[in-house]
């Protein structure tokens, strides 16, 4: 994760081709329950800023001010009713729209999936990305007019990496090996 960016915009064809690897990415029922709200430039993304941080001050001492300079930002944004609307067609035959048949909230996961192949996409053309949350999801919805059945599940930073101050959570390290796979059984 990249928390500092040059301004310098990006390709058209990059960006492109991270919102096209975004859209394959694997949706129960080939549901495709997802949406991406992109920002490309200055005045796109000062808009996103504005309703994530509202609070000029706070913007001013954030620690990691090179995140604002991002050129391209994506929200990933899932759609439920695709799914419960999806899974009650003919060939998956559930016509009750009930959400209690969903033990895992697969549209936030499908969409998490492309949110990754977004930044995937990001790394693998020279670039860096980062993966942040938004808090407060009505003021964003107020300054995008996104729809109430549209959840973001964050944001996505992109741009060309400058040097950067990693983060303080990466002095925790891995968790070890065996806390984390079993093999055969837990």
Same mark, same amino acid.
């Given at each position: 994760?990249?928390?500092?960016?040059?301004d310098a915009p990006l390709a058209p064809d990059v960006v492109e081709r991270i919102l096209a690897n975004a859209r394959r990415a694997p949706s129960a029922g080939f549901s495709q329950g997802w949406a991406f709200l992109v920002l490309e430039g200055p005045d796109e993304t000062a808009r996103l800023w504005r309703a994530t941080f509202p609070d000029? =001050?706070?913007?001013?001492?954030?620690?990691? @001010?090179?995140?604002? !300079?991002?050129?391209?930002?994506?929200?990933?944004?899932?759609?439920? @009713?695709?799914?419960?609307?999806?899974? !009650? &067609?003919?060939?998956? $035959?559930?016509?009750? =729209?009930?959400?209690?048949? +969903?033990?895992? *909230?697969?549209? %936030?996961?499908?969409?998490?999936?492309?949110?990754?192949?977004?930044?995937?996409? /990001?790394?693998? /053309? $020279?670039? $860096?990305?980062?993966?942040?949350? #938004?808090? %407060?999801?009505?003021?964003?919805?107020?300054?995008?007019?996104?729809?109430?059945?549209?959840? *973001?599940?964050?944001? #996505? /930073? #992109?741009?060309?990496?400058?040097?950067? &101050?990693?983060?303080?959570?990466? @002095? =925790?390290?891995?968790? /070890?090996?065996?806390?984390? #796979?079993?093999?055969?059984? +837990?």
């Open positions: 994760m990249v928390r500092n960016f040059s000029e =001050r706070a913007r001013a001492e954030f620690r990691w @001010q090179g995140l604002f !300079a991002a050129p391209l930002v994506v929200v990933p944004l899932s759609h439920k @009713q695709a799914y419960l609307d999806r899974y !009650a &067609e003919p060939d998956k $035959g559930w016509t009750d =729209r009930d959400e209690s048949r +969903w033990p895992v *909230p697969y549209w %936030d996961v499908d969409t998490g999936f492309a949110a990754l192949l977004m930044l995937l996409t /990001a790394v693998d /053309a $020279g670039l $860096g990305a980062l993966f942040f949350g #938004i808090f %407060d999801v009505d003021r964003f919805r107020n300054a995008f007019g996104v729809p109430d059945a549209y959840t *973001p599940l964050g944001a #996505i /930073a #992109i741009g060309r990496p400058l040097a950067d &101050e990693p983060s303080p959570s990466l @002095q =925790r390290g891995h968790r /070890a090996v065996d806390d984390v #796979i079993h093999r055969g059984k +837990w």
